[in-house]
């Protein structure tokens, strides 16, 4: 499961370092790819090939399910880490995202997402208000 958030650089190569707790999910091979929320997702394989297997059984004759299915693999990379544990991020997603300097790598249950900082503050600014939390779990079972 992923957990926990972590600020770290984005280097001149486009690379950002993951989380040490993160590296071994990731041993087997990862995708990166646009994800909702103005922010990027990275995968396990295994994970990733699972949501590749529930978007195609998504209906071709809805317009939704075609627009989602081309916004992710559009944008998907496999990516690999290397031995210190960075990931390089292609340079249409830093600039998607406005990646440059610094990103926030966050923990998604089964996923990280990589966030500029801004965009994340503003994001965890607006989630900060117990209401504003709550309004969101509402409908949701929990």
Do not use: N
Not at 8 to 33: C, E, M, N, T, W
Not at 78 to 101: I, N
Request: charged share 25%; net charge negative; with cysteine.
């Amino acid at each position: 499961m992923f957990t926990g958030e972590y600020r770290h650089s984005v280097d001149d190569k486009g690379r950002i370092s993951v989380p040490a707790k993160f590296r071994l999910q990731l041993d087997g091979g990862a995708y990166l790819a646009r994800w909702v929320d103005a922010c990027l997702a990275i995968f396990p394989k295994a994970e990733f090939e699972e949501l590749a297997g529930k978007v195609g059984g998504l209906g071709i004759a809805d317009a939704s399910a075609r627009t989602f299915s081309r916004a992710l693999f559009a944008s998907a990379y496999e990516v690999e880490l290397d031995r210190q544990g960075r990931v390089v991020v292609p340079a249409s997603l830093r600039d998607l995202l406005g990646l440059a300097g610094d990103a926030v790598i966050v923990g998604a249950r089964d996923h990280a997402e990589i966030w500029a900082p801004a965009a994340w503050d503003d994001y965890r600014k607006a989630m900060a208000a117990p209401d504003a939390l709550a309004a969101h779990l509402t409908g949701l079972g929990i």
